[in-house]
């Protein structure tokens, strides 16, 4: 079984008390808020982790993890991701964050991101 850090993320060995990537303790990251846990998820390597992390976001509503969703969104290559992120941040708050997603979509690539930049262009919410 592969452990990781619940902070960086980085892999670590099973009972490992102080990450040795970031230094994090790994007992006090146990006693982290659940919304804490879910935005630090979004940079999980396994890539489920970001995706299921985001639609949980995205369900609770969860404004403060807004600014997060943007900086993944700037750096993810991965469509599947990208597709949750922008699903997410459309859910949480389209109306101030639709001008800033579609900027960055435009700078990506995969053939299923253009298709998602089109439907967020043509909805005229937000």
């Not at 980085?10 to 102080?18: A, F, Q, S, V």
């Not at 109306?95 to 690539?109: D, H, N, P, R, V």
Request: with cysteine; aromatic share 4%; net charge positive.
């Amino acid at each position: 079984m592969i452990y990781y850090c619940s902070n960086c993320w980085k892999e670590i060995d099973m009972g490992i008390m102080l990450c040795p990537h970031c230094g994090a303790n790994q007992n006090k990251l146990k006693n982290e808020k659940f919304i804490d846990k879910l935005i630090k998820a979004l940079n999980h390597p396994e890539p489920e982790t970001p995706i299921r992390a985001a639609n949980i976001l995205s369900q609770l509503n969860v404004k403060e993890a807004v600014p997060f969703l943007i900086k993944k969104l700037k750096r993810e290559k991965d469509p599947f991701i990208i597709k949750a992120i922008v699903d997410a941040l459309v859910n949480i708050d389209l109306s101030g964050t639709k001008s800033e997603i579609i900027k960055i979509l435009s700078q990506s690539t995969p053939v299923t991101v253009k298709n998602l930049l089109k439907k967020l262009e043509n909805n005229k919410d937000g």
